[in-house]
T-cell receptor, first 112, second 113 residues
Framework: DAGVTQSPTHLIKTRGQQVTLRCSPI?????VSWYQQVLGQGPQFIFQ???????GRGNFPDRFSARQFPNYSSELNVNALLLGDSALYLC???????????FGQGTRLTVV | ELKVEQNPLFLSMQEGKNYTIYCNYS?????LYWYRQDPGKSLESLFV?????AVKQEGRLMASLDTKARLSTLHITAAVHDLSATYFC?????????????FGQGTRLTINP
């Protein structure tokens, strides 16, 4: 069975641009969470989506938004990119809201 | 606000030695996770600890949980080079109907031949 898949794996954007990252959860998993990992730090929680609704949000500005589709895949959008948005963005899927999370391989975003 | 602290943050050790990584957290939680991360890679789940006194072992790694002390340990026995990686503990926290993981800063482990 396929694990959590994310695309693209690497991305370079310019300050001020917008970016969309994609995540496909493990089959049967209904919850998707997004995390940001800046180099040298632990991942930070951005969002959790469950049954296509936002269930929780971390301390991130409104430039960060996400949605979950009927097939439970998810997109993370970041507007007006800043240099500080450069990070590894991790998607995690789980069966339910409080089930064990399984992480994808991540998308490495570089903002120049 | 839940805070998770690991120590040490950097650890260099020789093959064959034993060592322990500590993870302290500030508020009660019903589960704690240990992950491994290789450079440029994602997080690999190592252990899920659900109750006080829980102990789990896999190969040369053993994790334990003391919920009263809000402390988890990851013990490495007779280290080998392949265990070189960054290790994170993460504590589950319920917020606004969601569950989020709060991660420690990570312990970068280097095992030298």
């Amino acid at each position: 069975d396929a694990g959590v898949t994310q695309s693209p794996t690497h991305l370079i954007k310019t300050r001020g641009q917008q970016v969309t990252l994609r995540c496909s959860p493990i089959s049967g998993h209904k919850s998707v969470s997004w995390y940001q990992q800046v180099l040298g730090q632990g991942p930070q929680f951005i969002f959790q989506y469950y049954e296509k609704e936002e269930r929780g949000r971390g301390n991130f500005p409104d430039r960060f938004s996400a949605r979950q589709f009927p097939n439970y895949s998810s997109e993370l959008n970041v507007n007006a990119l800043l240099l500080g948005d450069s990070a590894l963005y991790l998607c995690a899927s789980s069966l339910g809201r409080d089930s064990e999370a399984f992480f994808g391989q991540g998308t490495r975003l570089t903002v120049v | 606000e839940l805070k998770v602290e690991q120590n040490p943050l950097f650890l260099s050790m020789q093959e064959g030695k034993n060592y322990t990584i500590y993870c302290n957290y500030s508020t009660t939680s019903d589960r704690l996770y240990w992950y491994r991360q290789d450079p440029g890679k994602s997080l690999e789940s190592l252990f899920v600890l659900l109750s006080n006194g829980a102990v789990k072992q896999e190969g040369r790694l053993m994790a334990s949980l003391d919920t009263k002390a809000r402390l988890s340990t990851l013990h490495i026995t007779a280290a080998v080079h392949d265990l070189s990686a960054t290790y994170f503990c993460a504590v589950s926290q319920g917020i606004q109907g969601a569950q989020k993981l709060v991660f420690g800063q990570g312990t970068r482990l280097t095992i030298n031949p």
